[in-house]
């Protein structure tokens, strides 16, 4: 009943930049900590950043000082500004979020967007 949508992603020139979103929608009593994770071809999936409800953040070393993650309590939506993209950004991008749901509020459960395409060419 818990869904993570993303939209944002898209072909840029190494250099500039592009806006990530995650908006979580159904039955939801409290979104926890959320984050954005990365998966290049033939590599692992990596957590790019993340962020708490409190609005603390962490940042892999290789995109600190160039993303920026931030977050709409009130309306359940997550963002990823990037900025001066290279190639090596170039992944798929998932959004993840640890939700209590209204029919089990108790429980949080860890859910997964369906992933967007970055494509960042030089």
């Known amino acids: 009943q818990v869904q993570l949508v993303e939209s944002g992603g898209g072909l840029v020139q190494a250099g500039e930049s592009l806006r990530l979103s995650c908006a979580a929608s159904?039955?939801?009593?409290?979104?926890?900590?959320m984050g954005w994770y990365r998966q290049g071809p033939g590599k692992q999936r990596e957590l790019v950043a993340s962020i708490t409800r409190g609005g603390n953040t962490n940042y892999a070393d290789s995109v600190k000082g160039r993303f920026t993650i931030s977050r709409d309590n009130a309306q359940n939506t997550m963002y990823l500004q990037m900025n001066s993209l290279k190639a090596e950004d170039t992944a798929v991008y998932y959004c993840?979020?640890?939700?209590?749901?209204?029919?089990?509020?108790?429980?949080?459960?860890?859910?997964w967007g369906q992933g967007t395409q970055v494509t960042v060419s030089s």
């Open positions: 993840n979020a640890d939700i209590q749901s209204l029919t089990r509020p108790r429980q949080p459960f860890n859910y």
């Open positions: 159904g039955s939801i009593f409290n979104i926890n900590t």
